[in-house]
């Protein structure tokens, strides 16, 4: 887990680069995908803007209608 950065903060930060990264996405929809990726080891090990940064470098590579 990165220190110092609690549960609330990680997600908010993790929701804010989403934000940055994809203007259009409706804040309320993906606050529970960053509070999901927050419980889940592999994502919270990163800094929180890495994880949704990675997130959406992948979605970005994937060929669509897979």
């Given amino acids: 887990m990165v220190d110092g ?3 609330g903060t990680w997600t908010e930060r993790c929701l804010a ?3 940055e990264l994809d203007p259009e996405l409706d804040p309320e929809l993906a ?3 960053a509070a999901d990726m927050c419980t889940r080891m ?3 090990l990163m800094e929180p803007e ?3 940064q990675l997130v959406f ?3 970005t ?3 669509r209608g897979v």
Avoid: E, G, N
Wanted: net charge positive; charged share 50%.
């Fill in 50 to 52: 890495a994880a949704a």
């Fill in 57 to 59: 470098d992948y979605d």
């Fill in 5 to 7: 950065v609690d549960d």
């Fill in 31 to 33: 606050r529970p995908i």
């Fill in 61 to 63: 590579k994937k060929p």
């Fill in 17 to 19: 680069r989403m934000l």
């Fill in 42 to 44: 592999r994502w919270r």
